[in-house]
């Protein structure tokens, strides 16, 4: 495959909303490869995790700089996260081969994205308790690791990772959002981001040994993701990321749902139905913030 004007549209379209948000790296590179491109699924992960080892360090360096990355728990995770992402490559060609291996890999990513958005959903909802009933801590104040949780967390998001290339910028943190409910949004994002480079970057490792990784078609990515990522920054600030947020959340279900095969009129139904339902909880949830600063006067 030679390079692509369209691939580099895509990404750009990904890496503009990644330098937004942050989110939507893996969660919708992967699916649009798939179901736009027509790419096979394994070439379609391994690519992307190439595209992603270049796009993390580029949100990584500006957490580092503002100082919200939480390195002890970094060392915590990638022990287990860096082999388990490596060896999801692996297991993912003991799932079959041929038409049955692109089937059972397109699965796994719609269940992985089916996660993602459940996992957006339940860190929604985790901010709002975070702000109700936890006091934030300092960046600056220590922090009580829990080593064996944050290694279950490394092991169970790098496998994962490693096989979907799904799951780094939000089943990673809304786990460390169980783990640490103190750690300030900032830092959270910060401390995936670190962590994401080492585990996306032995899982691109694992799949280019297993021969699933399109160069041409990375680079074709890269070309739009880059720039994009740079102008999405700088956008971010003007744009309201929450509502950004929520339709990489209807896409990320949407495909998801196409990719375990439903129908295009049953996935709309369901995308119309979240939607309502997202923005009956947003006006309550407004409701009952008015109503407790009215009884607080």
Known sequence: MDLSWQLAVAGALVGLCVGMTGMGGGALMTPILVLFFGVDPTAAVGSDLLVAVAMKPVGAAVHQRAGTVRWEVV??????????????????HLLGSGALLEHRVKLAIG????????????????????????????????????????LLIGLLGGFVVGMTSVGSGSLIIVMLMLVYPRLRANDLVGTDLVQ??????????????????????????????????????KLSTNVPSSVLKWILAVL??????????????LVCAICVAFVVAAALSAFASSRYSTAGSRSSL
């Open 75 to 92: 060392r915590w995770i990638v022990p287990t996260a860096v082999p388990a992402g490596f060896a999801g490559a692996f297991i993912l």
């Open 111 to 150: 269940a992985a994205l089916l996660i993602a958005v459940a996992g957006m959903v339940v860190r929604v909802l985790l901010n709002q308790l975070r702000r109700d009933r936890v006091d934030q801590m300092a960046s600056s104040e220590r922090l009580q690791i829990r080593p064996v949780p944050t």
């Open 196 to 233: 994401a480079i080492p585990l996306t970057g032995a899982a691109a490792l694992g799949h280019f040994i297993a021969g699933d990784v399109r160069l041409a078609l990375a680079g074709s990515l890269l070309l739009g993701a880059i720039p994009a990522i740079y102008a999405g920054a």
């Open 252 to 265: 990320l279900l949407g495909s998801g749902l196409q990719l375990w095969g439903l129908s295009t009129v």
